[in-house]
Structures are given as C-alpha cells and as structure tokens.
C-alpha cells in the first residue's frame, strides 16, 4: 500500500531551526510537495522537489533523497507565525496526490 | 500564481436539505480538481476525482449518491451533498491541477455545519 509517515507534533523555540521529516512508499513517484496549513483554514503550497537535493526558498528549504525516500522541510528563524500544520504530499504515477497525517508544530517564546 | 475560488466559504443547512459548494479555476484551465474532506486535527482525506466531461472517480468509503461531484468545464467543478446529516459536517477542500503538475492550487475551503 501507499504510505507516508511524519511525526505527529513537534514543539521548537521562537529563533530555533526545526527540521521536519517525511518518508514515503508509493506507486511511483512524480513530486513531494510541502504544505502549510493553519487551523481552519486551506493548505498554502511551500516547496515542490522532483530531484533529489535541497531547495531553498527564504527561510523554508526542502530536501529529497528518492532512493531513500525521505524528504525534510528545514524551517530558521522561527516566528511564531510559523505555528502551524505542515502536510507533506507524494505525487504517485497516476499523479494522485498521496498526503500524509501532518505534522502539527508548537512554537514556543 | 494560479487562483481556485470556491465558495461558499460557510454554510449552516438543516438536515435532511442539500449544499452545493462550487471550486472555480480563476485563471488558468483545471483540467482535473479534487474534493477533500478534513475533519479536525486530521489530515485531508481525498473523497473524489474528477477530470472535466467524465465522470468523477470515487474513493472507497465514499457514496457517489450522496456527494455529488459534476466538472462540467475546465474551470469549474462542484461537490453537493445530498440529504446532509450532522456527521456530514466538516471542512470541504477544493483543489485543482493543470497539465504538467509542480503544484496543486487550493481553494479557500468551504466549512460545512449540519444542524
């Protein structure tokens, strides 16, 4: 089956790095995607990474390692802004989007 | 970037009526949208695909004759849930894909409570 696995919650320190982990198993594969998603609210896109290597875009990078099958969403200067859910996706063959349960981040003063 | 517009953004029904929840492509043609259904604390789950002029696939768990899904055009598709009850009440996601993907656009969201 398909599955994607990221931790359930994670707390960091306003300031801090967090890096946020995914791994994956599917039907194939065309893209990770990570997400930000505040309560209530609709997912906001962040990174896309369909070669391995790392991705940086401001203060969020995305790294992807296929072969492992693990992707990391790094995140510095942590504001408490940031305190949200973030979903990483798999794009399968049949360009299904597979999304995982979200990590929930606490961002503490 | 690209714009999916869905509304409404929320709606209290009595039960037993039926909501229709519309997800528009502002800007660019969808040629497949997905409908997800988020309950609280939980992750989207995906109920249904639909690819403009066909019918929309369902996932397993998920009645066809209840939520009705119709993509009549590239830049719209809608999702009607049908005689709702209570446990029908959640959050409604749109999404929409393009051609070649590197992104998929959300819409805002549609909170849907069943009295």
């Known amino acids: 089956g398909q599955n994607i696995d990221q931790p359930t919650e994670m707390t960091a320190t306003e300031g801090a790095i967090v890096q946020i982990n995914c791994t994956y198993q599917?039907?194939?594969?065309?893209?990770l995607f990570w997400y930000q998603q505040h309560a209530g609210e609709a997912p906001t896109f962040l990174s896309y990474?369909?070669l391995d290597g790392l991705e940086e875009k401001g203060r969020f990078s995305s790294f992807l390692s296929r072969s492992k099958g693990y992707s990391y969403l790094l995140l510095k200067e942590l504001q408490m802004k940031d305190s949200a859910s973030y979903l990483c996706?798999?794009?399968?063959?049949?360009?299904?989007?597979?999304w995982g349960a979200g990590t929930k981040l606490i961002i503490k003063p | 970037g690209a714009v999916v517009s869905q509304h409404p953004s929320w709606v209290i029904c009595k039960s037993g009526t039926s909501v229709k929840i519309e997800c528009r492509s502002l800007?660019?043609?969808?040629?497949?949208m997905f409908w997800y259904r988020q309950f609280p604390k939980q992750s989207l789950m995906l109920m249904a695909t639909?690819?403009?002029?066909?019918?929309?696939?369902?996932e397993q768990g998920v009645e066809k004759d209840k939520f009705l899904i119709n993509h009549a055009s590239l830049t719209l598709s809608t999702l009607t849930v049908t005689s709702a009850h209570p446990e029908d009440s959640s959050f409604y996601i749109c999404?929409?894909?393009?051609?070649?993907?590197?992104?998929?656009?959300f819409g805002q969201g549609t909170r849907l409570t069943v009295v």
């Open positions: 999404s929409a894909i393009s051609g070649i993907v590197t992104e998929a656009f």
């Open positions: 800007d660019f043609q969808a040629t497949t």
């Open positions: 639909s690819n403009e002029g066909s019918k929309a696939t369902y």
């Open positions: 599917t039907s194939g594969f065309n893209g």
């Open positions: 990474n369909v």
């Open positions: 996706a798999v794009l399968d063959s049949n360009y299904q989007l597979i």
